[in-house]
């Protein structure tokens, strides 16, 4: 076993569309959750590279087999490819912090992951036998779970973390939560685009518009309720670039997560016992990037009033909330239990 | 929270953690899904293993010390009234009749059916299947789910239901509710929708694995809104395959087809028998009681679709989903129940 001065401890926040790591020397990095292989030799030969991560690897996605490891917030399963990529983002996650660069070996790493809410210990299974030789210990967490440790939002308090693949919530009570204290979503960022380049083909259906397009403008422009200002985007017909208004087109897609998000909320708060509901309902905490749709809190602090009325805060920087909350329960752990979590 | 207590809760959280992903590492269930139920259907299965050589020796036992033997009546076929009069006999000479031991079917404990949980797919949010004109599956299955219900009661059975009016409950909270009402079974009420719109018929789905993409798809579609990846369930399905519950819910599925099929053939000449089959629809995983899911209809055949908009048809689907339930019950419990 290492010695405490050379181990690494890291938070991950494996996301469908977004990962982030928060190491114990301070490095922090995101990634998009992509992993492209050169599609063939010219590719390679232009690329220079066997394996594209992130960002570069959307950006050269035409030249790639662009593979995204999670869906819905999971380990996507089944061919070797899906495999190969979730250990890739993994690897490449660590090598930002200093992990098999030379600084810090992997055989010293603990590494704490947070996965939805309501993912199965199946694929938690598999997700440690996708990280078996990346790091030497790993504890898996619910991604909500990670947020209010790291908040210390421990009692009393709920969480609603909108990703791109799953809105998770989970009720804080002083314990690990368990299956009635959690709920996962699958209607999420990722539904939003969809609905949002559907609405838009239906409207421009001249526009020439791809789903990466549309996330960068929602990722810029979402709100819910009375619009700021029109949303003016650019895209491209017949080559010629081409401005739009989706305003409503974006309302209309950033407001389909508000039923479901409210029934849920509403539903998980009715299930706290009667007299700390207030408590809860007062300590409504929304992370993730859909957090940061505008007016978001506010909507969901209106239908609070239903049942008593509530407090929903935003986090400002919910990039690395999850994951500087895993770093925060990988620092706490003992020597003792690392010890029974080696990977 | 003071910082004493905070670090208290933290160090607590943090033991429950790692129990957490220790049970993972070990392969077991959650903690949350460890219910007493599965202890006792455990126990039930495993019980004949104990039970059946306690009551051999108990006989060799009183065999031996005078009382009338079982060699006797076996040997006898002349008391055939007094043997079947007590049970504890009547197993013993069963067995003692058999040359080798076979395995234990379902079929070996009855099971009564009192409660009936109804599952209206889709609702809120989600409208599930839609015609060409705009007719919704969540309207269509909450409208039979509230027809069978009342058939149901005025026949003697307890009605749980997911969901009474069109609100999105997610898949897992639907086999939340049937878990925790007692329930003896399960029927989840969905309308198809397929690429043929010539084509149109009824099918009644049970858990099993399926080679099937289409059905695969189907399956990925009806558990959009759970939160799992339909990969997630592989494992999990091995273990649930085995489960008596799979027989009894293919019982249940083969009686709900027949009915539904020769229910409605009579007023719709032109639908098709598609027969029982089985998928891995989340809520057929999830719950603990005999499970089915039965489409009842098709909205991309347009004729069906006008069909399904009408009381008069739903009506008779929820009729023909009743006499299946009922066949069901009777067979297992028939002297239990009011009849139709």
């Not at chain 1, 996708?130 to 009393?156: C, Q, R």
């Not at chain 2, 509710?177 to 079974?185: L, P």
């Not at chain 2, 989903?321 to 002297?335: E, K």
């Amino acid at each position: 076993m290492s010695t405490e001065s050379e181990i690494l401890h890291v938070g991950i926040d494996l996301g469908t569309s977004r990962s982030a790591i928060s190491a114990s020397n301070g490095e922090r990095f995101v990634v998009d959750s992509f992993v492209g292989w050169p599609a063939d030799m010219v590719a390679r030969k232009v690329l220079k590279r066997d394996v594209l991560i992130g960002h570069e690897a959307v950006t050269n996605r035409t030249m790639l087999d662009l593979h995204r490891p999670l869906e819905r917030g999971l380990l996507k399963e089944g061919s070797d490819k899906d495999v190969e990529a979730v250990r890739e983002l993994l690897k490449h996650l660590l090598r930002l912090v200093g992990v098999a660069n030379g600084k810090v070996d992997s055989a010293n790493v603990r590494a704490v992951v947070g996965v939805p809410a309501a993912a199965l210990r199946t694929n938690k299974q598999y997700l440690r036998n996708s990280m078996k030789g990346i790091v030497d210990s790993l504890m898996i967490v619910s991604e909500p779970f990670a947020v209010a440790y790291g908040l210390n939002a421990l009692l009393h308090t709920m969480i609603i973390d909108i990703g791109a693949g799953t809105t998770d919530f989970c009720v804080m009570k002083g314990r690990y939560p368990n299956e009635e204290d959690q709920r996962t979503l699958t209607i999420a960022g990722d539904s939003v685009d969809t609905q949002l380049l559907k609405l838009i083909e239906e409207r421009y259906p001249q526009a020439n518009v791809t789903v990466f397009m549309v996330r960068e403008w929602k990722e810029k422009y979402s709100f819910v309720g009375e619009p700021q200002k029109r949303v003016i985007v650019t895209a491209p017909v017949k080559g010629v670039p081409t401005e739009f208004d989706i305003t409503n087109e974006m309302k209309t897609a950033c407001e389909t997560l508000l039923s479901p998000t409210v029934e849920t909320m509403l539903d998980l708060l009715s299930r706290v016992e009667p007299e700390f509901q207030e408590r809860v309902r007062n300590n409504i905490i929304l992370s993730g990037g859909g957090g940061l749709i505008r007016n978001l809190p506010r909507t969901l602090e209106e239908a609070l009033k239903q049942v008593g009325g509530g407090k929903v805060t935003h986090m400002q920087d919910p990039v690395f909330v999850g994951s500087d909350g895993g770093l925060a329960l990988a620092l706490d752990a003992p020597d003792s239990d690392w010890e029974k979590l080696t990977a | 929270m003071r910082v004493g207590h905070i670090d208290r809760v933290k160090r607590q959280l943090l033991r429950q953690a790692v129990a957490d992903n220790l049970d993972t590492i070990r392969g077991l269930p959650p903690r949350a899904l460890r219910p007493r139920q599965r202890l006792i259907r455990l126990f039930l299965r495993r019980a004949p293993l104990v039970i059946i050589p306690l009551i051999l020796a108990g006989f060799v036992f009183i065999s031996n010390t005078g009382v009338p033997v079982a060699a006797k009546t076996v040997a006898s076929p002349l008391r055939p009234t007094a043997l079947h009069d007590n049970p504890v006999h009547a197993s013993v000479a069963s067995m003692l009749t058999t040359d080798t031991l076979e395995p234990v079917s379902a079929s070996a404990f009855p099971l009564s059916v009192h409660r009936v949980v109804l599952d209206a797919g889709h609702g809120g949010t989600d409208p599930g299947a839609s015609s060409t004109s705009n007719v919704s599956e969540k309207e269509i299955t909450l409208d039979i789910e509230q027809r069978l219900g009342a058939l149901l009661r005025k026949n003697g059975f307890d009605v749980v239901v997911t969901r009474n009016d069109d609100r999105l409950i997610p898949l897992r909270e639907r086999a939340r509710i049937a878990n925790g009402s007692a329930s003896d079974i399960f029927v989840s009420i969905h309308v198809n929708s397929i690429p043929h719109p010539n084509n149109h018929g009824v099918e009644t789905y049970y858990l099993g694995p399926t080679n099937d993409p289409k059905l695969t798809k189907l399956a990925a579609a009806e558990n959009l809104t759970s939160g799992y990846a339909l990969a997630d369930l592989r494992k999990l399905l091995d273990r649930v395959y085995a489960d008596v519950r799979r027989d009894e819910s293919q019982r249940l599925a083969t009686a709900v087809q027949l009915q539904l099929f020769s229910g409605l053939r009579g007023v719709d000449p032109g639908l098709e028998n598609w027969g029982v089959r089985r998928a891995p629809f989340i809520v057929l995983v999830a719950t603990e009681m005999p499970a089915i899911l039965a489409e009842v209809g098709c909205l991309s055949n347009d004729r069906e679709a006008e069909m399904l908009r009408s009381g008069t048809y739903r009506e008779q689907i929820a009729q023909a989903l009743f006499h299946g339930i009922h066949a069901y019950a009777s067979a297992n419990d028939a002297p239990q129940r009011k009849g139709t």
